[in-house]
Nanobody, 113 residues
């Protein structure tokens, strides 16, 4: 069974930074395009960023220039560096191999003064 562990969330002030990590079990994930998503209370899950197996990235307009997705296949980990955080970034963040039903429990990010 595929499992994920998302980590790195927390409480941060506006303008601050966090780095999220996602470590799926198994080495298969290096073959997949990986995505980060987020879901704020009362809202639908929203796509944030994607990285292909070869490292090509795509980022949502709402976070472009502030968030960076990356991956380290040797460590079986995908990252989301989040800078210049805003209160609107508050959400539970999830990683997912695109096109698969595998989701972790997510990690909470709260941006508040």
């Amino acid at each position: 069974q595929v499992q994920f562990v998302e980590s790195g969330g927390g409480l941060v002030q506006p303008g601050g930074s966090l780095r999220l990590s996602c470590a799926p079990s198994g080495s298969f994930f290096r073959l997949y395009t990986m995505g980060w998503y987020r879901q704020a209370p009362g809202k639908q899950r929203q796509w944030v960023a994607t990285i292909t197996s070869s490292g090509t990235t795509t980022t949502a307009d709402s976070v472009k220039g502030r968030f960076t997705i990356s991956r380290d296949n040797a460590k079986n980990t995908v990252y989301l560096q989040m800078n210049s955080l805003k209160p609107d970034d508050t959400a539970v963040y999830y990683c997912n191999p695109i096109g698969t039903p595998y989701w972790g429990p997510g990690t909470q990010v709260t941006v508040s003064s």
